[in-house]
Protein backbone atom coordinates (compact mmCIF):
# COMPACT_ATOMS: atom_id res chain seq x y z
CA UNK A 1 0.00 0.00 0.00
CA UNK A 2 3.23 2.14 0.08
CA UNK A 3 5.98 3.10 -2.36
CA UNK A 4 8.87 2.06 -0.20
CA UNK A 5 11.96 4.69 -0.92
CA UNK A 6 13.47 4.29 2.46
CA UNK A 7 13.98 3.50 6.26
CA UNK A 8 10.81 5.62 7.57
CA UNK A 9 8.82 3.95 4.67
CA UNK A 10 10.00 0.53 5.95
CA UNK A 11 7.56 1.64 9.22
CA UNK A 12 5.04 2.66 7.39
CA UNK A 13 4.64 0.01 5.09
CA UNK A 14 2.03 -2.11 6.60
CA UNK A 15 -0.01 -4.81 4.93
CA UNK A 16 -3.45 -4.74 5.62
CA UNK A 17 -6.20 -7.48 6.50
CA UNK A 18 -9.31 -5.28 6.83
CA UNK A 19 -9.16 -3.10 9.72
CA UNK A 20 -6.46 -4.92 10.77
CA UNK A 21 -2.99 -3.73 9.75
CA UNK A 22 0.77 -5.85 10.67
CA UNK A 23 4.01 -4.33 9.91
CA UNK A 24 7.30 -4.33 11.18
CA UNK A 25 9.99 -2.04 13.14
CA UNK A 26 13.51 -1.90 12.62
CA UNK A 27 15.43 -1.70 16.02
CA UNK A 28 17.41 0.90 15.20
CA UNK A 29 14.39 2.92 15.99
CA UNK A 30 15.10 2.46 19.47
CA UNK A 31 16.66 4.68 22.26
CA UNK A 32 17.39 1.90 24.82
CA UNK A 33 15.46 -1.38 24.12
CA UNK A 34 12.51 0.92 23.48
CA UNK A 35 11.07 1.97 19.85
CA UNK A 36 10.47 5.47 19.77
CA UNK A 37 7.05 7.20 20.34
CA UNK A 38 6.51 9.10 17.01
CA UNK A 39 7.74 6.24 15.27
CA UNK A 40 4.46 4.33 16.71
CA UNK A 41 2.60 7.13 16.29
CA UNK A 42 3.59 7.62 12.26
CA UNK A 43 2.67 3.73 12.23
CA UNK A 44 -0.62 4.31 13.90
CA UNK A 45 -1.57 7.52 11.77
CA UNK A 46 -0.75 5.96 8.42
CA UNK A 47 -3.24 2.98 9.26
CA UNK A 48 -6.07 5.44 10.80
CA UNK A 49 -5.15 7.31 7.46
CA UNK A 50 -6.06 4.21 5.46
CA UNK A 51 -9.09 3.56 7.12
CA UNK A 52 -10.47 6.81 7.71
CA UNK A 53 -9.33 7.61 3.43
CA UNK A 54 -11.92 5.04 2.36
CA UNK A 55 -14.56 8.20 3.90
CA UNK A 56 -12.71 11.04 2.11
CA UNK A 57 -10.66 11.57 5.49
CA UNK A 58 -7.10 10.81 4.88
CA UNK A 59 -4.94 13.92 6.73
CA UNK A 60 -4.98 13.25 11.04
CA UNK A 61 -5.76 16.47 12.06
CA UNK A 62 -5.70 15.49 16.09
CA UNK A 63 -3.92 12.09 17.41
CA UNK A 64 -3.78 11.39 21.25
CA UNK A 65 -1.51 8.37 22.48
CA UNK A 66 -1.30 6.31 25.42
CA UNK A 67 1.64 4.63 25.68
CA UNK A 68 1.26 1.32 27.69
CA UNK A 69 4.96 -0.34 27.55
CA UNK A 70 7.55 -0.09 26.01
CA UNK A 71 7.58 -1.53 22.13
CA UNK A 72 10.61 -3.32 21.40
CA UNK A 73 12.04 -3.88 17.35
CA UNK A 74 10.30 -6.46 15.13
CA UNK A 75 6.50 -6.92 14.25
CA UNK A 76 3.61 -5.36 15.72
CA UNK A 77 -0.06 -5.15 14.75
CA UNK A 78 -2.34 -2.27 14.39
CA UNK A 79 -6.29 -3.14 15.03
CA UNK A 80 -8.57 -0.02 14.68
CA UNK A 81 -12.32 0.79 15.10
CA UNK A 82 -14.12 3.19 13.30
CA UNK A 83 -16.12 5.29 15.87
CA UNK A 84 -17.46 7.79 14.30
CA UNK A 85 -17.67 8.81 10.36
CA UNK A 86 -19.59 12.70 9.83
CA UNK A 87 -19.33 14.91 6.75
CA UNK A 88 -16.29 16.81 7.23
CA UNK A 89 -14.67 14.67 9.80
CA UNK A 90 -14.36 10.97 11.25
CA UNK A 91 -13.02 9.71 14.18
CA UNK A 92 -11.23 6.05 14.93
CA UNK A 93 -9.35 4.56 17.36
CA UNK A 94 -5.99 1.99 17.29
CA UNK A 95 -4.53 -0.38 19.19
CA UNK A 96 -0.96 -1.54 18.80
CA UNK A 97 0.01 -4.66 19.83
CA UNK A 98 2.88 -7.23 20.12
CA UNK A 99 3.60 -10.77 20.66
CA UNK A 100 5.93 -11.19 23.74
CA UNK A 101 6.73 -14.39 25.31
CA UNK A 102 3.96 -14.06 27.80
CA UNK A 103 0.92 -13.51 25.11
CA UNK A 104 0.18 -10.24 23.23
CA UNK A 105 1.00 -7.36 25.23
CA UNK A 106 -1.02 -4.18 23.93
CA UNK A 107 1.46 -0.62 23.77
CA UNK A 108 -0.53 2.03 22.41
CA UNK A 109 -3.95 2.84 22.40
CA UNK A 110 -4.78 5.57 20.16
CA UNK A 111 -7.79 7.85 18.64
CA UNK A 112 -7.73 10.04 16.09
CA UNK A 113 -9.75 12.70 14.25
CA UNK A 114 -8.73 12.88 10.75
CA UNK A 115 -10.46 15.24 7.63
CA UNK A 116 -8.55 16.58 4.29
CA UNK A 117 -6.81 19.62 5.26
CA UNK A 118 -7.24 21.55 1.38
CA UNK A 119 -11.25 20.97 2.28
CA UNK A 120 -10.52 22.11 6.09
CA UNK A 121 -8.72 25.54 5.45
CA UNK A 122 -10.08 28.52 4.58
CA UNK A 123 -6.90 30.55 3.49
CA UNK A 124 -7.10 32.30 6.71
CA UNK A 125 -3.24 32.01 8.96
CA UNK A 126 -3.11 33.69 11.72
CA UNK A 127 0.11 32.55 13.64
CA UNK A 128 0.93 34.66 16.65
CA UNK A 129 3.98 32.79 17.44
CA UNK A 130 7.35 32.95 15.37
CA UNK A 131 9.19 29.96 14.25
CA UNK A 132 12.25 29.05 16.29
CA UNK A 133 15.49 31.10 15.68
CA UNK A 134 18.20 28.57 14.98
CA UNK A 135 21.96 28.70 13.13
CA UNK A 136 22.05 27.30 9.90
CA UNK A 137 22.01 23.41 10.18
CA UNK A 138 25.64 23.37 9.25
CA UNK A 139 26.66 25.43 12.24
CA UNK A 140 24.33 23.07 14.28
CA UNK A 141 25.12 19.76 16.09
CA UNK A 142 24.40 16.52 14.61
CA UNK A 143 22.67 14.72 17.22
CA UNK A 144 24.96 11.93 18.70
CA UNK A 145 24.12 9.32 21.12
CA UNK A 146 25.14 10.85 24.45
CA UNK A 147 22.79 9.41 26.77
CA UNK A 148 25.18 7.92 29.49
CA UNK A 149 24.72 4.14 29.88
CA UNK A 150 21.58 3.88 26.81
CA UNK A 151 21.94 2.67 23.25
CA UNK A 152 20.37 4.98 20.93
CA UNK A 153 20.55 4.38 17.55
CA UNK A 154 17.47 6.08 16.47
CA UNK A 155 19.53 9.14 16.45
CA UNK A 156 21.22 7.70 13.76
CA UNK A 157 17.96 7.10 11.72
CA UNK A 158 17.38 11.08 11.34
CA UNK A 159 19.31 14.23 10.00
CA UNK A 160 18.82 16.04 13.10
CA UNK A 161 20.63 19.74 13.54
CA UNK A 162 20.64 20.36 17.01
CA UNK A 163 21.13 24.36 18.27
CA UNK A 164 24.43 24.03 20.33
CA UNK A 165 22.58 26.42 22.59
CA UNK A 166 20.69 23.22 23.57
CA UNK A 167 23.12 20.63 23.93
CA UNK A 168 25.18 21.57 27.01
CA UNK A 169 23.47 18.65 28.55
CA UNK A 170 25.61 16.67 26.35
CA UNK A 171 28.91 17.87 27.79
CA UNK A 172 27.80 17.88 31.70
CA UNK A 173 26.71 21.54 31.67
CA UNK A 174 23.19 21.81 31.02
CA UNK A 175 21.76 25.29 30.09
CA UNK A 176 19.37 25.30 33.02
CA UNK A 177 16.50 26.19 30.33
CA UNK A 178 13.87 23.17 29.77
CA UNK A 179 14.21 23.91 26.10
CA UNK A 180 15.37 22.04 23.19
CA UNK A 181 15.55 22.74 19.17
CA UNK A 182 16.80 21.82 15.97
CA UNK A 183 16.69 21.08 12.20
CA UNK A 184 15.10 17.58 10.85
CA UNK A 185 14.46 15.99 8.40
CA UNK A 186 15.30 12.04 6.55
CA UNK A 187 18.56 10.90 6.08
CA UNK A 188 17.52 10.01 2.46
CA UNK A 189 16.64 12.87 0.76
CA UNK A 190 12.62 11.38 1.38
CA UNK A 191 10.77 15.14 1.69
CA UNK A 192 8.15 15.52 4.82
CA UNK A 193 5.26 14.56 4.84
CA UNK A 194 2.11 14.33 8.04
CA UNK A 195 3.78 10.99 8.62
CA UNK A 196 7.09 12.56 8.99
CA UNK A 197 5.14 15.38 11.40
CA UNK A 198 3.83 12.46 14.07
CA UNK A 199 7.59 11.26 14.12
CA UNK A 200 9.04 14.93 14.97
CA UNK A 201 6.72 15.91 17.62
CA UNK A 202 8.91 13.11 19.51
CA UNK A 203 11.82 12.98 17.89
CA UNK A 204 14.23 15.73 19.92
CA UNK A 205 16.17 14.59 23.50
CA UNK A 206 13.91 15.08 26.37
CA UNK A 207 13.81 18.82 27.40
CA UNK A 208 14.84 17.87 31.08
CA UNK A 209 18.26 17.01 29.88
CA UNK A 210 18.72 20.81 29.95
CA UNK A 211 17.62 20.89 33.43
CA UNK A 212 19.88 18.25 34.52
CA UNK A 213 18.09 15.60 34.45
CA UNK A 214 19.41 12.63 32.81
CA UNK A 215 17.40 9.01 31.95
CA UNK A 216 14.90 8.82 29.36
CA UNK A 217 11.68 10.53 30.06
CA UNK A 218 8.88 7.88 29.80
CA UNK A 219 5.75 9.45 27.55
CA UNK A 220 2.49 8.81 29.74
CA UNK A 221 0.20 10.51 26.98
CA UNK A 222 1.12 12.71 23.63
CA UNK A 223 -1.49 14.69 21.78
CA UNK A 224 -0.18 15.76 18.23
CA UNK A 225 -2.37 18.43 16.04
CA UNK A 226 -1.32 18.30 12.45
CA UNK A 227 -2.43 21.84 10.67
CA UNK A 228 -0.99 21.95 7.39
CA UNK A 229 0.80 19.52 4.58
CA UNK A 230 4.31 20.81 5.18
CA UNK A 231 6.63 22.69 2.58
CA UNK A 232 9.64 20.04 1.09
CA UNK A 233 12.74 20.91 2.85
CA UNK A 234 14.10 21.13 6.72
CA UNK A 235 11.55 21.17 9.57
CA UNK A 236 12.67 23.33 12.00
CA UNK A 237 11.24 21.66 15.60
CA UNK A 238 11.00 23.38 19.27
CA UNK A 239 10.69 21.61 22.07
CA UNK A 240 10.23 23.17 26.17
CA UNK A 241 8.60 21.94 29.11
CA UNK A 242 6.33 25.59 31.65
CA UNK A 243 5.70 22.94 34.26
CA UNK A 244 8.43 20.36 36.09
CA UNK A 245 6.02 19.24 39.13
CA UNK A 246 4.88 16.92 41.18
CA UNK A 247 6.90 13.51 39.61
CA UNK A 248 5.71 14.74 35.87
CA UNK A 249 6.69 17.16 33.34
CA UNK A 250 4.78 18.60 30.32
CA UNK A 251 6.59 18.80 26.99
CA UNK A 252 5.15 21.50 24.11
CA UNK A 253 6.34 21.02 21.13
CA UNK A 254 6.02 22.93 17.82
CA UNK A 255 7.30 22.06 14.28
CA UNK A 256 7.16 24.83 11.72
CA UNK A 257 8.47 24.24 7.94
CA UNK A 258 10.85 25.60 5.16
CA UNK A 259 7.83 28.22 4.37
CA UNK A 260 7.55 29.28 7.98
CA UNK A 261 4.33 27.83 8.74
CA UNK A 262 3.41 26.22 11.95
CA UNK A 263 2.36 22.97 10.57
CA UNK A 264 2.47 20.93 14.27
CA UNK A 265 1.86 21.54 17.54
CA UNK A 266 2.39 18.62 20.44
CA UNK A 267 2.20 18.24 23.98
CA UNK A 268 3.00 15.24 26.24
CA UNK A 269 2.53 14.56 29.82
CA UNK A 270 5.66 12.34 31.24
CA UNK A 271 7.75 11.38 33.68
CA UNK A 272 11.16 12.95 34.03
CA UNK A 273 14.09 10.43 34.12
CA UNK A 274 15.94 8.86 37.03
CA UNK A 275 19.59 10.44 36.96
CA UNK B 1 -21.60 7.01 45.80
CA UNK B 2 -21.19 10.99 46.39
CA UNK B 3 -22.36 13.72 48.38
CA UNK B 4 -24.40 16.04 46.48
CA UNK B 5 -24.20 19.32 47.70
CA UNK B 6 -24.64 21.75 44.77
CA UNK B 7 -25.28 21.80 41.08
CA UNK B 8 -22.63 20.55 39.54
CA UNK B 9 -22.05 17.48 42.78
CA UNK B 10 -25.41 16.62 41.01
CA UNK B 11 -23.73 16.44 37.59
CA UNK B 12 -21.14 13.81 39.03
CA UNK B 13 -23.51 11.89 41.32
CA UNK B 14 -23.11 8.86 39.01
CA UNK B 15 -25.51 5.37 39.85
CA UNK B 16 -22.80 2.69 39.25
CA UNK B 17 -23.10 -0.81 37.73
CA UNK B 18 -20.16 -3.10 38.18
CA UNK B 19 -17.98 -0.86 34.64
CA UNK B 20 -21.47 1.25 33.47
CA UNK B 21 -22.04 4.54 34.88
CA UNK B 22 -25.28 6.18 34.84
CA UNK B 23 -26.14 10.31 35.19
CA UNK B 24 -28.27 12.60 34.12
CA UNK B 25 -26.99 16.48 33.37
CA UNK B 26 -29.44 19.72 34.08
CA UNK B 27 -29.88 21.04 30.75
CA UNK B 28 -28.74 24.55 32.41
CA UNK B 29 -25.39 23.44 31.74
CA UNK B 30 -26.04 23.89 28.16
CA UNK B 31 -24.37 26.40 25.48
CA UNK B 32 -27.66 26.49 22.91
CA UNK B 33 -28.98 22.71 22.85
CA UNK B 34 -25.50 21.55 23.37
CA UNK B 35 -24.06 20.46 27.32
CA UNK B 36 -20.81 22.02 28.13
CA UNK B 37 -17.77 19.51 27.09
CA UNK B 38 -15.91 20.17 30.45
CA UNK B 39 -18.79 19.29 32.76
CA UNK B 40 -18.74 16.26 30.34
CA UNK B 41 -15.13 15.68 30.77
CA UNK B 42 -15.71 16.50 34.52
CA UNK B 43 -18.24 13.43 34.59
CA UNK B 44 -16.27 11.35 32.79
CA UNK B 45 -13.30 11.86 35.07
CA UNK B 46 -15.46 10.88 37.98
CA UNK B 47 -16.43 7.45 36.54
CA UNK B 48 -12.71 6.29 35.36
CA UNK B 49 -11.42 7.40 38.92
CA UNK B 50 -14.37 5.53 40.62
CA UNK B 51 -13.11 2.24 38.50
CA UNK B 52 -9.41 3.15 38.56
CA UNK B 53 -9.83 3.67 42.78
CA UNK B 54 -10.31 0.16 42.70
CA UNK B 55 -6.61 0.06 42.20
CA UNK B 56 -5.39 2.69 44.14
CA UNK B 57 -5.18 5.24 41.33
CA UNK B 58 -7.91 7.49 42.14
CA UNK B 59 -6.89 10.99 40.02
CA UNK B 60 -6.73 11.52 36.17
CA UNK B 61 -3.29 12.91 35.28
CA UNK B 62 -4.17 13.45 32.05
CA UNK B 63 -6.87 12.94 30.01
CA UNK B 64 -7.74 13.23 26.29
CA UNK B 65 -11.87 13.49 24.93
CA UNK B 66 -13.09 13.63 21.81
CA UNK B 67 -16.05 15.16 20.94
CA UNK B 68 -18.32 13.30 18.30
CA UNK B 69 -21.24 15.13 18.72
CA UNK B 70 -23.64 17.55 20.80
CA UNK B 71 -24.84 15.97 23.90
CA UNK B 72 -28.27 17.09 25.33
CA UNK B 73 -29.67 18.01 28.88
CA UNK B 74 -30.67 14.71 30.44
CA UNK B 75 -29.80 11.38 31.26
CA UNK B 76 -26.35 9.95 30.18
CA UNK B 77 -24.44 6.40 30.07
CA UNK B 78 -21.22 6.12 30.60
CA UNK B 79 -19.07 2.76 29.70
CA UNK B 80 -15.74 2.68 30.48
CA UNK B 81 -13.32 -0.40 29.91
CA UNK B 82 -9.88 -1.09 31.79
CA UNK B 83 -7.01 -1.04 29.41
CA UNK B 84 -4.10 -1.27 31.45
CA UNK B 85 -3.68 -1.35 34.83
CA UNK B 86 0.17 -0.95 36.55
CA UNK B 87 1.66 -0.53 39.32
CA UNK B 88 2.28 3.42 39.46
CA UNK B 89 -0.75 4.68 36.84
CA UNK B 90 -3.73 2.84 35.36
CA UNK B 91 -5.23 3.93 31.86
CA UNK B 92 -8.68 3.28 30.97
CA UNK B 93 -11.30 4.28 28.47
CA UNK B 94 -15.05 5.78 28.67
CA UNK B 95 -17.75 6.42 25.71
CA UNK B 96 -20.84 8.79 27.03
CA UNK B 97 -23.74 7.62 25.24
CA UNK B 98 -27.28 9.30 24.92
CA UNK B 99 -30.75 8.06 23.77
CA UNK B 100 -32.28 9.86 21.16
CA UNK B 101 -35.07 9.26 18.94
CA UNK B 102 -32.80 7.03 16.58
CA UNK B 103 -30.87 5.22 19.23
CA UNK B 104 -28.33 5.30 21.19
CA UNK B 105 -25.69 8.01 20.30
CA UNK B 106 -22.55 8.30 21.76
CA UNK B 107 -20.99 11.82 22.13
CA UNK B 108 -17.49 11.61 23.87
CA UNK B 109 -15.03 8.68 23.59
CA UNK B 110 -12.18 9.57 26.07
CA UNK B 111 -8.85 7.81 27.36
CA UNK B 112 -7.09 8.85 30.26
CA UNK B 113 -4.22 7.73 32.67
CA UNK B 114 -4.63 7.71 36.40
CA UNK B 115 -2.26 7.71 39.30
CA UNK B 116 -2.01 9.15 43.18
CA UNK B 117 -1.12 12.52 42.77
CA UNK B 118 0.44 12.67 46.41
CA UNK B 119 2.48 9.47 45.55
CA UNK B 120 3.58 10.48 42.43
CA UNK B 121 4.67 13.71 44.03
CA UNK B 122 8.48 14.04 44.71
CA UNK B 123 8.54 17.58 46.29
CA UNK B 124 10.00 19.34 43.14
CA UNK B 125 8.03 21.99 41.51
CA UNK B 126 9.89 23.58 38.61
CA UNK B 127 7.31 26.06 36.71
CA UNK B 128 8.98 28.48 34.49
CA UNK B 129 5.64 30.46 33.43
CA UNK B 130 3.38 32.89 35.83
CA UNK B 131 -0.32 33.29 36.99
CA UNK B 132 -2.31 35.44 35.16
CA UNK B 133 -2.12 38.93 36.36
CA UNK B 134 -5.77 40.29 36.93
CA UNK B 135 -7.58 42.79 38.75
CA UNK B 136 -9.34 41.74 42.01
CA UNK B 137 -12.49 39.40 41.25
CA UNK B 138 -15.00 42.73 42.39
CA UNK B 139 -13.90 44.66 39.26
CA UNK B 140 -13.77 42.09 36.76
CA UNK B 141 -16.38 41.00 34.59
CA UNK B 142 -19.47 38.65 35.95
CA UNK B 143 -20.31 36.57 32.85
CA UNK B 144 -23.37 37.33 31.14
CA UNK B 145 -25.41 35.67 28.58
CA UNK B 146 -23.37 37.69 25.65
CA UNK B 147 -23.81 35.49 22.68
CA UNK B 148 -25.89 37.05 19.97
CA UNK B 149 -28.93 34.83 19.35
CA UNK B 150 -27.73 31.73 21.77
CA UNK B 151 -29.17 30.64 25.07
CA UNK B 152 -26.37 30.27 27.30
CA UNK B 153 -27.92 29.19 30.64
CA UNK B 154 -24.38 27.40 31.63
CA UNK B 155 -22.49 30.76 32.48
CA UNK B 156 -25.47 31.58 35.42
CA UNK B 157 -23.94 27.70 36.70
CA UNK B 158 -20.43 29.39 37.71
CA UNK B 159 -19.35 32.47 39.82
CA UNK B 160 -17.03 33.18 36.53
CA UNK B 161 -15.57 36.94 36.45
CA UNK B 162 -13.93 37.89 33.59
CA UNK B 163 -10.40 40.16 33.12
CA UNK B 164 -12.45 43.66 32.01
CA UNK B 165 -9.66 43.49 29.23
CA UNK B 166 -11.26 40.48 27.61
CA UNK B 167 -14.60 41.31 27.21
CA UNK B 168 -14.44 43.90 24.36
CA UNK B 169 -16.26 41.36 22.00
CA UNK B 170 -19.36 41.74 24.41
CA UNK B 171 -19.59 45.06 23.14
CA UNK B 172 -18.76 45.05 19.33
CA UNK B 173 -14.74 45.69 20.41
CA UNK B 174 -12.98 42.54 20.30
CA UNK B 175 -9.62 43.01 21.33
CA UNK B 176 -8.02 41.59 18.49
CA UNK B 177 -5.87 39.01 20.84
CA UNK B 178 -6.80 35.40 20.81
CA UNK B 179 -6.69 35.88 24.80
CA UNK B 180 -9.34 35.27 27.34
CA UNK B 181 -8.94 35.39 31.37
CA UNK B 182 -10.92 35.36 34.69
CA UNK B 183 -11.58 34.04 37.87
CA UNK B 184 -13.75 30.90 38.71
CA UNK B 185 -15.46 29.55 41.37
CA UNK B 186 -18.46 27.35 42.44
CA UNK B 187 -21.55 29.39 42.97
CA UNK B 188 -22.17 27.97 46.24
CA UNK B 189 -19.41 27.55 48.30
CA UNK B 190 -18.05 24.36 46.93
CA UNK B 191 -14.22 24.30 47.09
CA UNK B 192 -12.34 23.19 43.88
CA UNK B 193 -11.63 19.67 43.47
CA UNK B 194 -9.63 18.25 40.34
CA UNK B 195 -13.22 17.37 38.70
CA UNK B 196 -13.99 20.98 38.83
CA UNK B 197 -10.27 21.52 37.02
CA UNK B 198 -11.61 18.87 34.11
CA UNK B 199 -14.65 21.99 33.83
CA UNK B 200 -12.37 24.94 34.18
CA UNK B 201 -10.06 23.88 31.38
CA UNK B 202 -13.46 24.49 28.97
CA UNK B 203 -15.55 26.90 30.78
CA UNK B 204 -14.72 30.13 29.65
CA UNK B 205 -15.86 32.13 26.01
CA UNK B 206 -13.66 30.53 22.89
CA UNK B 207 -11.01 32.83 22.57
CA UNK B 208 -11.83 33.23 18.95
CA UNK B 209 -14.89 36.18 20.46
CA UNK B 210 -11.78 38.26 20.57
CA UNK B 211 -10.43 37.97 17.33
CA UNK B 212 -14.38 39.36 15.76
CA UNK B 213 -15.17 35.50 15.48
CA UNK B 214 -18.75 35.18 17.18
CA UNK B 215 -20.45 31.51 16.91
CA UNK B 216 -19.99 28.56 19.51
CA UNK B 217 -16.63 27.69 18.47
CA UNK B 218 -17.17 23.44 18.48
CA UNK B 219 -14.13 20.83 19.84
CA UNK B 220 -12.89 18.09 18.37
CA UNK B 221 -10.52 16.70 21.00
CA UNK B 222 -9.15 18.26 24.23
CA UNK B 223 -6.48 17.02 26.76
CA UNK B 224 -6.04 18.01 30.13
CA UNK B 225 -3.53 17.27 32.30
CA UNK B 226 -3.91 17.56 36.18
CA UNK B 227 -0.91 18.42 38.02
CA UNK B 228 -2.04 19.05 41.73
CA UNK B 229 -4.96 19.29 44.00
CA UNK B 230 -6.24 22.69 44.07
CA UNK B 231 -5.78 24.60 47.43
CA UNK B 232 -9.69 26.03 48.64
CA UNK B 233 -10.18 29.47 46.62
CA UNK B 234 -10.50 31.23 43.81
CA UNK B 235 -8.98 29.76 40.46
CA UNK B 236 -7.81 31.72 37.73
CA UNK B 237 -8.19 30.69 34.34
CA UNK B 238 -5.89 31.82 31.15
CA UNK B 239 -6.58 30.64 28.02
CA UNK B 240 -5.45 31.70 24.47
CA UNK B 241 -4.43 30.23 20.89
CA UNK B 242 -1.58 30.81 18.37
CA UNK B 243 -2.49 29.64 16.00
CA UNK B 244 -5.21 30.11 13.99
CA UNK B 245 -5.13 28.85 10.50
CA UNK B 246 -6.51 26.33 7.75
CA UNK B 247 -9.98 26.27 9.34
CA UNK B 248 -9.10 25.10 12.94
CA UNK B 249 -7.30 26.47 15.83
CA UNK B 250 -5.78 25.23 18.94
CA UNK B 251 -6.93 27.21 22.71
CA UNK B 252 -4.58 26.31 25.37
CA UNK B 253 -6.09 26.65 28.81
CA UNK B 254 -4.11 27.11 32.27
CA UNK B 255 -5.58 26.89 35.60
CA UNK B 256 -3.62 28.36 38.84
CA UNK B 257 -5.26 27.50 42.28
CA UNK B 258 -5.04 30.26 45.40
CA UNK B 259 -1.47 29.24 46.41
CA UNK B 260 -0.29 30.55 43.09
CA UNK B 261 0.00 27.09 41.70
CA UNK B 262 0.10 25.88 38.01
CA UNK B 263 -2.85 23.12 38.64
CA UNK B 264 -3.53 22.60 35.56
CA UNK B 265 -2.85 22.80 31.77
CA UNK B 266 -5.10 21.55 28.45
CA UNK B 267 -5.39 22.39 25.14
CA UNK B 268 -8.16 21.66 22.52
CA UNK B 269 -8.30 21.68 18.58
CA UNK B 270 -11.42 23.71 17.51
CA UNK B 271 -13.41 24.63 14.20
CA UNK B 272 -13.85 28.62 14.13
CA UNK B 273 -17.63 29.36 15.07
CA UNK B 274 -19.55 30.79 12.29
CA UNK B 275 -20.07 34.45 12.31
Redesign the interface.
Known amino acids: MWQVTDEFDRVLDLRRDGTTFIGDVDPGWSIGFAVNGGVLLAAIGRALGAVLDDRGHPDP??V?A?Y??AATGGPFTILTET??SGRT?S?A?ASLRQQTGSGEQ?RV?A?A?YGD?NT???G??????APPRLPPPDECVRSVNQVPGVDVPFVERLDLRLDPACVGWALGTPSGR?EMQGWLRHREGREPDLWTLLLAVDALPPVTFN?GVTGWAPT??L?A?L??HPAPGWLRVRAW????????F?ENAEVWDSAD??VA?A?Q?ARPGRA
Chains 1, 2 share one sequence.
Open positions: LVSFLGVRVTQERTTLLDDQVRTTVGLLETHRATDNVAGGLERLQRL
